[in-house]
């Protein structure tokens, strides 16, 4: 059994950071791709940031230059570090994985989502 459990949401001013965490449990083998969705009401969930399974990092164009996303392979965890929050931003932010288990089988997963609302 993999988990995903996502931190950190809430409501933010614009111009406002909030940081998200997403951490992995369960039956890893290896973690291929990790990063984060987001979807907006009566919009299609779109990637914000991931880190790709070669180690290069992937942005949404809207969220370069303010987001941020970083991990920690130890704890299996990836961050999302979002400065100058924009009312645009407000959304459920979920996070995904590509998780190889130890008899071999690489899923994808995802979190529970986790509230992000930008407003003043």
């Known amino acids: 059994q993999v988990q995903l459990v996502e931190s950190g949401g809430g409501l933010a001013q614009p111009g406002g950071s909030l940081r998200l965490s997403c951490a992995a449990s369960?039956?890893?083998?290896?973690?291929?791709?990790m990063g984060w969705y987001r979807q907006a009401p009566e919009k299609q969930r779109e990637l914000v940031a991931s880190?790709?399974?070669?180690?290069?990092?992937k942005y949404a164009d809207s969220v370069k230059g303010r987001f941020t996303i970083s991990r920690d392979n130890v704890k299996r965890t990836v961050y999302l570090q979002m400065n100058d929050l924009k009312p645009e931003d407000t959304a459920v932010y979920y996070c995904?994985?590509?998780?190889?288990?130890?008899?071999?089988?690489?899923?994808?997963?995802w979190g529970q989502g986790t509230q992000v609302t930008v407003s003043s």
């Open positions: 369960g039956s890893i083998l290896r973690i291929n791709d």
């Open positions: 880190f790709i399974r070669d180690g290069s990092r």
């Open positions: 995904n994985a590509a998780i190889v288990r130890p008899w071999g089988d690489e899923r994808g997963y």
